[in-house]
């Protein structure tokens, strides 16, 4: 993620967990500068344990889940220390408002400092994380925590968004496909059929010729069938993540995950989107039209992947974000 991308934080007090025994359920209160907030562990035998922090507002409130980007970049970073700050854009200033219970969930074995790559990659993620990382364990993570939030007394289930960025719209919408309790999903910079679909149209947008992009696509046809003679594999890797994690999130199509669940729905993409070809979501967005499902699509101009526009600036981003919590609020 852009280094811009991070919402600095202050004031970030981690109380010691009492006793020596580990329960089902640990909790350590944190203040998010003017935020309360608690961090929870639950534990599970046979399972990473599923860790998330969610704001605590002074009233019951609706609930926002944020679901970052790919790879294993922690949502928190150096807690304890004068440099800490959240890699999850808006999550702190949203928190701090006191509207929302906000929550961030970890990745399963998840590291506490970023890896020394690339962001958005897996290569250099500790190997339990690449063992174990798949969609379907990734769903079960975030269902896991949802539903355990779901039942603070602070929040109000009535009304959840579930707020997902790139990789994160992909779990996104698969969430509101698997839990009714989801009324609000927002994409951004998420794919609209499947990331295999954005390999092809990624190749048909680079190729300087039919026959350069007929020689990109016989590469990643080569590339998919060597994923797919070997699907469960977390040793080996193409295009920075292990065979495991492309072979289980190319068999996602987020428009029809969308379809079959119940939830309002606002597409966000740069039309100069690199990574994720903006008539990828259309796809999606076409389809929901066409069943007359309530979706809105908020195509930026001469923006990338993060929405922000050529010469903009996060002032830009941040508008974006704030007209998806006004539509939140309104619906």
Known sequence: MNKRLLA???????????????????????????????????????????????????????????????????????????????????????????????????????PDAPPQSQPGVATACPAAFNAYFSYD???????????????????????????????????????????????????????????LFDFAANAYRAGTSDDDTLARLRDIDATVDAINADPRSTGKFAWGHTYLRWSTFFTQAPGENLVQSKARVWLASGMRDDSVPVLSTEVAYARLRALGRDVTFRRVPRAGHNLMAEGGTMADVQKEYDAIMVWFERR
């Open 8 to 110: 600095f934080f202050g004031g970030i007090l981690l109380a010691a967990s009492a006793g020596h025994a580990a329960p089902a359920v640990q909790q350590e209160p944190l203040e998010l500068g003017k935020a309360a907030a608690t961090r929870f562990t639950l534990h599970r035998d046979g399972a990473p344990d599923v860790r998330y922090v969610i704001s605590q507002p002074a009233h019951k409130a609706p609930l926002v889940l944020f679901v970052q980007s790919s790879g294993c970049t922690p949502p928190f970073v150096g807690l304890g220390t004068p440099n800490r700050y959240s890699t999850v854009f808006n999550f702190v200033p949203l928190a701090q408002r006191g509207d929302y219970a906000v929550m961030v969930v970890d990745k399963p074995n998840q």
């Open 137 to 195: 364990t990734w769903l079960d993570t975030l269902r896991g925590a949802l539903r355990h939030a779901l039942a603070l007394p602070w929040v109000d289930g009535s009304r959840v968004l579930v707020f997902g960025v790139s990789e994160g719209a992909v779990m996104a919408a698969g969430l509101a496909r698997a839990l009714p309790e989801v009324t609000h999903v927002a994409l951004i910079g998420g794919t609209g059929t499947s990331q």
